[in-house]
């Protein structure tokens, strides 16, 4: 089964508003990934954060960790137009770097 | 800086025939190597990973088969291709444990 589960599964918000993407996973982590798809292009990479930390920013993004909830959260803020695309969590289930498990993502939609 | 190239872009092709999508990788050297498969809609599955040149890991019994005949070539290939092979494939490849995607390819089996 999926190791990463996004929340929600898509989010149509206005231009300017925050987004928050939530990611649940299932087994231990040494990091969490976030990742974004333009529709039809490759996946690029957001952010990442270690299990021993508990919050990152990242320009207008702001990722949290809660390794006790297993979940991790995204929030993009004063969102834009161009934000609109795919958000996907990945972690690495404690298997080291060499592969990770993506969620179903969350298909955010940021209206003009 | 590295660069990460896909082709074809997009490809359809019948039932039956054989398949080969290309990936190659610049400016970096040994890096670990993915194939992705995504349905419409939905998340990446993991279809193969390659820690070095002729080391193939397969994650999911399949019609697909991948070799790595150079540090920076992946090669996804089938005999046969089925309906259900029909898919966006993306390549990628890690750096500390971050991956980098190419563009992808659009495969319509048909």
């Known amino acids: 089964s999926q190791q990463g589960e996004e929340d929600p599964q898509a989010l149509s918000i206005q231009e300017g508003e925050n987004a928050t993407m939530n990611c649940s996973y299932k087994?231990?982590?040494?990091?969490l990934q976030w990742y974004r798809q333009n529709s039809g292009r490759g996946l690029v990479h957001l952010i990442l954060?270690?299990?021993?930390?508990r919050e990152k920013h990242s320009g207008r993004l702001r990722v949290t960790l809660d390794t006790s909830k297993k979940s991790s959260s995204l929030l993009i803020t004063a969102s834009r137009a161009a934000d609109t695309a795919s958000y996907f969590c990945?972690?690495?289930?404690?298997?080291?770097?060499?592969?990770?498990?993506f969620g179903q993502g969350t298909r955010l939609t940021i209206n003009p | 800086s590295q660069t990460i190239h896909q082709w074809p872009a997009t490809l359809v092709q019948p039932v039956g025939s054989p398949l080969s999508l290309e990936c190659t990788v610049e400016?970096?050297?040994?890096?670990?190597l993915y194939w992705y498969r995504q349905a419409a809609g939905r998340g990446l599955q993991l279809l193969f990973y390659?820690?070095?040149?002729?080391?193939i890991s397969s994650e999911v019994p399949q019609n697909l088969s991948a070799s790595r005949p150079q540090d920076r070539q992946f090669i996804l290939s089938s005999k046969k291709l089925l309906l259900s092979d029909s898919g966006f494939y993306l390549c990628?490849?890690?750096?500390?444990?971050?991956?980098?995607f190419g563009p992808g390819t659009r495969l319509l089996v048909l």
């Open positions: 990945a972690t690495d289930g404690g298997q080291g770097a060499q592969k990770l498990v």
């Open positions: 990628a490849w890690s750096s500390m444990g971050t991956q980098y």
């Open positions: 087994t231990s982590i040494n990091n």
């Open positions: 400016g970096t050297s040994n890096p670990n």
């Open positions: 954060i270690r299990s021993n930390e």
């Open positions: 390659s820690v070095g040149i002729g080391q």
